[in-house]
């Protein structure tokens, strides 16, 4: 039989399997809607077969469709380690991987890690999508990132988690504040200031609450936010105080915002990579996956934060 199909149009049938959408397969590959579904009808004309079944609302692999995704899939991924291991590929490898992640993990993970792997692979295109814990989940889950950065989904069944560290929250403050020389300060403490919180549905709040709960005398917030991006910016600004993870923090000697640990309790969470159980990653995303899981995490930030000022002793 003759090959009237090409790499490309497997390709297009592979995201269009991956994210049941043709506008969603045609925006990853770069193509128009009419030339992704060009791809998909030359593919199916080749074979002779239907692969896909298109209504307004989504679309779903036939039968025969999901019998040949498997295998394309594998095809795929063996033509891409064949190039991985041609010497000198790396260098004019091009490809697409998609990370999901929480704001607050850019500067602690991704610029070094990227840096590192574009140093490699430096026609990879590496996208970011910067979301909320809750929108990381669903992203990784739906397939619409290889693989994401986050502190929730250990208790998905769906997706497998690989802890890299536990990281403490902590106060932030502006330097002339008046927390700002603490050693420590409890969550009780923050009640005597204007305090700034992100909403309920983030997942810091929801972290934040759970270990708080049945505890009297809590700050209540002045302020609410959807992002940490957002709260730094509001006590920045001199309208309060936050409790952020200590990665949120900015590097040390920042002008203006310095972090306190905050305790009674201390509250902590796991920062971890998650994937998709029972996905294989292509290996372009596998090969930045395992760069992340390598990473070594940095002394001392993941505890306390990395800005604090020198501390004067507790005033009473």
Not at 149 to 174: H, S, T, W, Y
Not at 284 to 295: D, H, K, S, T, V
Request: charged share 25%.
């Amino acid at each position: 039989m003759a090959i009237n199909f090409n790499l490309n149009d497997l390709q297009a049938f592979r995201a269009v399997a991956e994210l049941s959408s043709f506008r969603k397969a045609a925006d990853a590959l770069h193509v128009s809607q009419p030339a992704f579904s060009r791809r998909i009808e030359k593919l199916e004309e080749a074979l002779g077969v239907k692969l896909l079944e298109r209504t307004t609302r989504k679309v779903e692999l036939t039968a025969i469709g999901r019998d040949f995704d498997r295998k394309v899939q594998q095809l795929l991924d063996e033509l891409d380690n064949t190039l991985l291991g041609i010497r000198g590929v790396g260098s004019t490898r091009m490809g697409e991987v998609t990370i999901a992640c929480v704001p607050s993990t850019v500067y602690y993970f991704i610029s070094h890690v990227i840096s590192r792997y574009r140093e490699q692979y430096p026609k990879i295109r590496v996208k970011i999508f910067d979301a909320s814990a809750n929108e990381v989940l669903s992203a990784v889950s739906r397939g619409e990132a290889d693989f994401g950065l986050n502190f929730m989904g250990a208790q998905e069944p769906d997706i497998e988690f690989k802890p890299l560290l536990e990281e403490r929250f902590v106060a932030a403050c502006r330097r002339d504040h008046a927390m700002a020389r603490k050693r420590r300060v409890s969550w009780a403490e923050l009640a005597k200031y204007d305090y700034i919180s992100v909403s309920k549905a983030s997942g810091n709040r929801l972290l934040i609450d759970q270990a708080l709960s049945g505890q009297a005398g809590l700050p209540q917030n002045i302020y609410e936010a959807q992002h940490v991006t957002t709260m730094l910016g509001l006590v920045e600004a001199g309208l309060g105080v936050a409790a952020v993870p200590a990665m949120a923090m900015p590097a040390p000697g920042h002008p203006l915002l310095v972090s306190v640990p905050l305790v009674d309790p201390i509250i902590t969470r796991k920062v971890g990579l998650i994937r998709r159980k029972g996905r294989s990653l292509s290996p372009a995303a596998l090969q930045l996956y395992e760069f992340f899981a390598e990473m070594k995490p940095k002394r001392g930030k993941a505890a306390e934060g990395p800005s604090a000022a020198p501390r004067a002793p507790d005033r009473p």
